[in-house]
């Protein structure tokens, strides 16, 4: 089974960081691009980064850049999303997703992390 787990997500005040883990399992990720998202109360969810896991290459949303920044360990299965100098219009449930580069959408999600930050 594919599973993909997010963690540390937390209350943080405005300027704050927070550093969000994923671990995968259940599968070689080796070809797949790694996706971050969130969504806010009342908001589609919405796409923050990706990485594909071979090259290390990233994207960003134009709200992440600067920001945020997204990277995986190989020998640990996990993906990062290095949050810095938050603001409230950040909080939101914050997932990690994984696609096969040869598809379009992404086939694994996680569960969720809460990142509240306050003002």
């Known amino acids: 089974q594919v599973q993909l787990v997010e963690s540390g997500g937390g209350l943080v005040q405005a300027g704050g960081s927070l550093r969000l883990s994923c671990a995968a399992s259940?599968?070689?990720?080796?070809?797949?691009?790694m996706g971050w998202f969130r969504q806010a109360p009342g908001k589609e969810r919405e796409f923050v980064a990706r990485i594909w896991w071979s090259s290390g290459i990233t994207y960003y949303a134009e709200s992440a850049k600067g920001r945020f920044t997204v990277s995986r360990d190989n020998a640990k299965n996990t993906v990062y999303l290095q949050l810095d100098n938050l603001k409230p219009e950040d909080t939101a449930v914050y997932y990690c997703?994984?696609?096969?580069?040869?598809?379009?959408?992404?086939?694994?999600w996680g569960q969720g992390t809460q990142v509240t930050v306050s003002s």
């Open positions: 259940g599968r070689t990720f080796s070809t797949y691009a």
């Open positions: 997703a994984a696609k096969p580069s040869q598809f379009h959408d992404y086939k694994y």
